[in-house]
């Protein structure tokens, strides 16, 4: 019934959009020689207009990166978490319209809000790439973790190159920071392989890759030994199966409002094998937000869980302030992730 009714719902948005004026080649490419451009993408070369008034993001690191840059979409998709929209978000994105979900955005509604560009994913959208390209021009990112990708593909699109830009060097510069400053502490002890870990009501995923594995990466940590070669991560439905989260930290994504969650976490943490997990002798367990951590897949997301990574090292951000200055820009109104803490640009 569930596959009947979605692909009813295709049927009626193909009818609807089949309804909707096309633009001629003849007219795509006048408008690139009246300042429209090309922009290469995961679904293509796209014809853009020079600087698009009507955006709709279909995914959270689009929504995350359009905020970054001073952009206020028409249309964006709910979040998975604090429905329907992150708090961090909530201020810069207060008047907006709502689409669906990014698994299933509401196409009837995309093309209610006539958009001049829509910022899809190829791995959630594909399907519905020839509906989305009639309703407006449509680019695509491959994945929806890659936050750099993301920015740099709607700053592309947008004409704010140079805001990216400024994003992305103080992105770096507390990147470098933060790698000097762990160094210095930890000596020896780095780098440190970490673990992140996310408990479910009936299992544990732990993750290797995506949004959080990628920065980790980036700000040296190591994966565990028991993570190599094992694409996204793995899912854990028993007990027996905690040696394989051992790390020198452990990092554990919780969602506080289940409390079936809450169980869970319980019931594994009291068994003997957590208790073995190196990160738990040396005391080197950290809740951290799963928003920041893994939802919202954009710049301002990357900072905030970098903010969690400085707060829990007890590491000292604020020579950085002066760097920060420099991303007051259009994102000055917006408030940050987890209530902005300190340096987040």
């Known amino acids: 019934m569930k596959t009947y009714l979605q692909a009813r719902r295709l049927w009626l948005a193909a009818l609807l959009l ?7 080649t003849a007219a795509l490419a006048a408008n690139t020689l009246q300042g429209g451009r090309i922009v290469a993408n995961a679904f293509g070369d796209t014809r853009i207009p020079a600087i698009p008034q009507r955006v709709v993001t279909l995914y959270q690191g689009a929504t995350d990166s359009a905020v970054a840059l001073g952009i206020t979409p028409v249309g964006v998709v709910d979040s998975w978490l604090e429905k329907p929209m992150y708090r961090y ?44 390209e009639k309703i407006a021009p449509t680019v695509a990112t491959d994945t929806v973790f890659d936050f750099k990708a993301t920015l740099a593909l709607m700053a592309e699109a947008t004409g704010r190159e140079a805001r990216a830009r400024e994003l992305m060097q103080h992105w770096d510069d507390r990147v470098a920071n933060f790698r000097r400053q762990i160094a210095d502490k930890l000596g020896d002890d780095w780098p440190q392989k970490a673990a992140v870990v996310r408990f479910k009501s009936d299992h544990v995923r732990i993750y290797s890759t995506g949004f959080a594995g990628s920065i980790l990466s980036e700000l040296g940590f190591e994966q565990p030994d028991a993570l190599h070669d094992q694409g996204w991560g793995m899912k854990l439905t028993s007990e027996e199966n905690i040696p394989v989260m051992n790390a020198d930290v452990i990092f554990v994504l919780l969602e506080p409002d289940d409390p079936a969650i809450a169980r869970n976490y319980r019931h594994w943490r009291s068994h003997p094998l957590w208790q073995r997990l190196d990160a738990v002798q040396s005391e080197r367990v950290f809740e951290v937000d799963t928003v920041n951590w893994i939802m919202g897949g954009g710049i ?3 900072n905030a869980m970098l903010d969690d ?13 002066a760097s920060a200055a420099s991303c007051a820009g259009a994102a000055s109104a917006v408030s940050h992730p987890r209530d902005a803490k300190a340096t987040a640009c």
Not at 310 to 318: E, K, Q, S, V
């Open 18 to 24: 089949s309804l909707l004026p096309v633009a001629s």
């Open 89 to 132: 978000l909530r201020d810069a994105l207060a008047s907006v319209e709502h689409v669906g979900l990014e698994t299933q955005p509401n196409l009837e509604k995309v093309a209610w809000l006539d958009p001049d560009l829509i910022v899809a994913t190829r791995f959630r959208h594909e399907r519905v790439k020839p509906l989305l």
């Open 300 to 302: 301002l997301a990357a």
């Open 309 to 321: 990574l400085y707060a829990h090292y007890g590491l000292d951000p604020r020579h950085e302030q």
